[in-house]
């Protein structure tokens, strides 16, 4: 199951250079709803290689303002604790996928 991230949960992340997917989501929005069973499929499967984690942009505005999400879903991917890359709307899970095994 994907965890929901805090700012100090974050911190710690990125300081030990993980990594890590990151789904930036609110409870209200449709696309971010269908993305959810994706994320925690994703979870699941990478387990112990990627960190696949979740911010809600409700919840921890201030992460979201970090990485300029102005629409969600946002998923960020880091690599090495750098951000690699960003995508904003629905993923697929194959596309998801393939974005991971590139990192």
């Given at each position: 199951?994907?965890?929901?991230?805090?700012?100090?949960?974050?911190?710690?992340?990125?300081?030990?250079?993980?990594?890590?997917?990151?789904?930036?989501?609110?409870?209200?929005?449709?696309?971010?709803?269908?993305?959810?069973?994706?994320?925690?499929e994703?979870?699941?499967?990478?387990?112990?290689?990627?960190?696949?984690?979740?911010v809600?942009?409700?919840?921890?505005?201030?992460?979201?303002?970090?990485?300029?999400?102005?629409?969600?879903?946002?998923?960020?991917?880091?690599?090495?604790?750098?951000?690699?890359?960003?995508?904003?709307?629905?993923?697929?899970?194959?596309?998801?996928?393939?974005?991971?095994d590139?990192?």
């Amino acid at each position: 199951m994907a965890k929901v991230l805090n700012k100090s949960d974050f911190e710690n992340l990125v300081k030990n250079k993980e990594t890590m997917v990151i789904d930036f989501y609110a409870d209200w929005c449709g696309p971010c709803k269908m993305l959810t069973p994706i994320v925690e499929e994703l979870a699941t499967e990478y387990e112990g290689k990627v960190g696949v984690y979740k911010v809600d942009v409700d919840q921890t505005p201030e992460l979201a303002q970090m990485f300029g999400v102005t629409g969600i879903p946002t998923v960020v991917f880091f690599k090495d604790g750098e951000k690699a890359e960003t995508h904003v709307g629905f993923l697929d899970k194959d596309s998801f996928k393939t974005k991971i095994d590139n990192l």
